[in-house]
């Protein structure tokens, strides 16, 4: 392809961004809108898959000249709805909510661990370095 008549750099970023994401086979046939401004490419439109939005983003980050990407693509089918198994473990993890009475039980097992840590370390000096020299004197 060729570039546009008038250029500016995000014009020409987001021309070269699109232009390999068209070549790209894994994304066959997904509408994707490809905008640039201060060399951050935005991403929009309908894709058929979770893989497929991700492969836009890997494709738009890797370009050089892009500084961040953010990929607004949204996919078209529930996700629920696919028979793809990473896809239905991505709409599973998306489904999960942190219990917060576990997440407050989790984090007090955490903190009375790092106090008994403490205090072993704090007797090991005592044992290792005090009752030596109490021996000698």
């Given at each position: 392809m060729?570039?546009?008549p008038v250029i500016s750099p995000d014009l020409r970023l987001a021309w070269r961004v699109t232009e390999r994401i068209l070549a790209d086979p894994r994304l066959a046939g997904e509408p994707i809108g490809?905008?640039?401004?201060?060399?951050v490419v935005t991403l929009t439109?309908?894709?058929g898959s979770v893989r497929a939005r991700a492969v836009a983003g890997e494709v738009?980050?890797?370009f050089p000249g892009v500084a961040?990407?953010?990929?607004?693509?949204?996919?078209?089918?529930?996700?629920?709805?696919t028979t793809d198994p990473f896809e239905r473990l991505v709409a599973q993890w998306a489904g999960e909510r942190p219990d917060a009475a576990r997440l407050i039980r989790a984090?007090?097992?955490?903190?009375?661990?790092?106090?008994?840590?403490v205090v072993l370390?704090?007797?090991?000096?005592v044992l290792l370095v005090l009752l030596p020299r109490l021996a000698k004197g």
């Open positions: 060729e570039d546009p490809v905008v640039a401004q201060n060399r439109g309908v894709v738009a980050s890797g961040d990407v953010c990929n607004r693509l949204e996919t078209a089918c529930p996700a629920g709805a984090r007090l097992r955490r903190e009375r661990l790092l106090k008994a840590v370390a704090a007797l090991s000096v």
